[in-house]
């Protein structure tokens, strides 16, 4: 999904089921290179996580970080575009954090890890999949459970995923 169709979707949803109790925000990464300067896409992130809040006063929002890719769209040049999802992680995580929202990080699915990503270098693979999953309840369990706000803590992974 890309970032524009995000609230859209939201809406519809709020017609047919109550508001979720969390809501893991994990698109956009289609977006990136699509800008022409990052901080345009930073900020209209912002703004919609903006609008989200407004939407769900009772909703905790999680940003679910952006997965490695191999191949990004539009790309020019592909360091760049890495270090750019980066940026951009980093940047909508301390906004999340600042103003009462989560963020879950996936340590463990990293380019270097064989099997990760899939052939079309794009898409996690079925074990990224797996791993991106089992995190994501992991951290979901955190944030119930606690009141951490980042998950799981910078440095911290789990060594029995590493392959």
């Not at 979707?9 to 893991?24: E, R, W």
């Not at 990293?110 to 309840?137: A, P, T």
């Not at 459970?145 to 998950?151: H, R």
Request: hydrophobic share 40%; proline share 5%; glycine share 6%.
């Amino acid at each position: 999904m890309k970032w524009g169709d995000l609230k859209i979707q939201v809406k519809h949803l709020l017609t047919m089921i109550d508001p979720p109790y969390f809501l893991v925000l994990h698109c956009s990464g289609n977006d990136i290179g699509s800008y022409d300067k990052s901080i345009k896409l930073m900020h209209i992130i912002c703004f919609t996580i903006e609008v989200l809040w407004l939407m769900l006063p009772n909703t905790k929002l999680i940003w679910s970080q952006f997965m490695p890719r191999l191949k990004w769209h539009n790309e020019r040049n592909h360091k760049a575009v890495n270090e750019l999802a980066v940026r951009i992680n980093s940047y909508i995580a301390k906004f999340m954090i600042s103003n009462g929202g989560l963020y879950t990080r996936y340590p463990e699915i990293i380019q270097s890890n064989v099997g990760m990503i899939d052939n079309d270098k794009v898409h996690l693979s079925h074990l990224g999949i797996d791993i991106f999953l089992y995190r994501l309840q992991q951290d979901l369990q955190v944030f119930i459970t606690s009141d951490s706000k980042v998950s799981p803590p910078n440095g911290e992974s789990g060594p029995w995923l590493y392959f």
